[in-house]
């Protein structure tokens, strides 16, 4: 089991960017599919990004394609989330998940380890 923290997320200006961070505890990690979620206010959590245990393979949200980059280093237990030309509608708590699996998915079922979360907000 591994467990999650999530950091650097803040404020941006629409058109900014922002790294994302998920330190992951444990020495599994790389037994680990690794996932970004993001939740806005009244909203459903929807997939953002995913990655494989290799790091090999990866899938992006339609929202996001182009514009994110979901990458992981294995040696030191960390995902992260490069976030690019970001817009207003970005703005959410992002999520970091694991999944105990070789390949990553786009439903939140499958991801069984959660951080906490860490807001972005994009001003217009």
């Known amino acids: 089991q591994v467990t999650l923290v999530e950091s650097g997320g803040g404020l941006v200006q629409a058109g900014g960017s922002l790294r994302l961070s998920c330190l992951a505890s444990?020495?599994?990690?790389?037994?680990?599919?690794m996932g970004w979620f993001r939740q806005a206010p009244g909203k459903e959590r929807e997939f953002v990004a995913g990655?494989?245990?290799?790091?090999?393979?990866?899938d992006y949200g339609d929202s996001v394609k182009g514009r994110f980059t979901i990458s992981r280093d294995n040696g030191k237990n960390t995902v992260q989330l490069q976030m690019n030309s970001l817009k207003p509608e970005d703005s959410a708590v992002y999520y970091c998940?694991?999944?105990?699996?070789?390949?990553?998915?786009?439903?939140?079922?499958?991801?069984?380890?959660w951080g906490q979360g860490t807001q972005v907000t994009v001003s217009s």
């Open positions: 998940a694991a999944r105990y699996s070789l390949t990553t998915g786009t439903t939140r079922g499958p991801y069984g380890v």
């Open positions: 990655i494989g245990t290799s790091g090999r393979s990866t």
């Open positions: 444990g020495r599994t990690f790389s037994a680990y599919a």
